[in-house]
């Protein structure tokens, strides 16, 4: 089955980086386009990012925009997000979810989630 | 940006009642490319219905959704205990992709 583990979260300070990673399993990874979403505390949803299944289109929301890159490795079925200049507002747990199709489309499945906190 | 409105905010009902949750898009979502998600405390969100009408895999037939255009729904016929959970919206027919606020189902 497929299945989608997130790594890599922690506590940053503000403007400090973090790379975090998924390792997906149980499906043809290079087949498939890949996004990030995250989830303030309490909060709703916000797409973050979104990687097509040979890494040559990427899109981002603007509030991560030149601060955050999405990348994929293919060869180690692995997805990225690599993370910048960070403030308290990406405070959040950040999921990795796969796309099912070469996307933008819908999240099926979702990781559990990485819990990444900004804070001095 | 389609900007997603999901009312109400808070649905108190019992088990085995119908529940109703609406989704109202700022502008029209092409070829509805509307999605409804669960998700239950301290878990991920789980893929419930795509394309404003398909069910996902393995989700009971109690879950529907319907609509169209700018105005779209999501019912939940004969709640069971494990419904009681936050809904969530969110449209892929247009960038950014974008969520409702969601709907909390939550037993009366």
């Known amino acids: 089955q497929v299945q989608l583990v997130e790594s890599g979260g922690g506590v940053v300070q503000p403007g400090g980086s973090l790379r975090l990673s998924c390792a997906a399993s149980?499906?043809?990874?290079?087949?498939?386009?890949m996004h990030w979403v995250r989830q303030a505390p309490g909060k709703g949803l916000e797409w973050v990012a979104f990687?097509?299944?040979?890494?040559?289109?990427?899109y981002y929301a603007d509030s991560v925009k030149g601060r955050f890159t999405i990348s994929r490795d293919n060869s180690k079925n692995t997805l990225y997000l690599q993370m910048n200049s960070l403030r308290s507002e990406d405070t959040a747990v950040y999921y990795c979810?796969?796309?099912?199709?070469?996307?933008?489309?819908?999240?099926?499945?979702w990781g559990q989630g990485t819990l990444v906190t900004v804070s001095s | 940006e389609i900007v997603l409105t999901q009312s109400p905010g808070t649905l108190s009902l019992s088990p085995g009642e119908r529940a109703t949750l609406s989704c109202r898009a700022s502008?029209?979502?092409?070829?509805?490319?509307l999605a409804w998600y669960q998700q239950k405390p301290g878990r991920a969100p789980r893929l419930l219905i795509y394309?404003?009408?398909s069910r996902a895999t393995g989700i009971p037939d109690r879950f529907s959704g319907s609509g169209s255009g700018t105005d779209f729904t999501l019912t939940i016929n004969r709640l069971e205990p494990e419904d009681f959970a936050v809904y969530y919206c969110?449209?892929?027919?247009?960038?950014?992709?974008?969520f409702g606020g969601g709907t909390k189902v939550e037993i009366k």
């Open positions: 979810a796969k796309d099912p199709h070469i996307g933008p489309n819908w999240f099926d499945p």
């Open positions: 149980g499906f043809t990874f290079n087949r498939y386009a």
């Open positions: 990687i097509q299944d040979d890494g040559n289109n990427k």
């Open positions: 502008q029209s979502v092409s070829s509805s490319y």
């Open positions: 394309g404003a009408s």
């Open positions: 969110q449209q892929y027919g247009s960038s950014p992709l974008t």
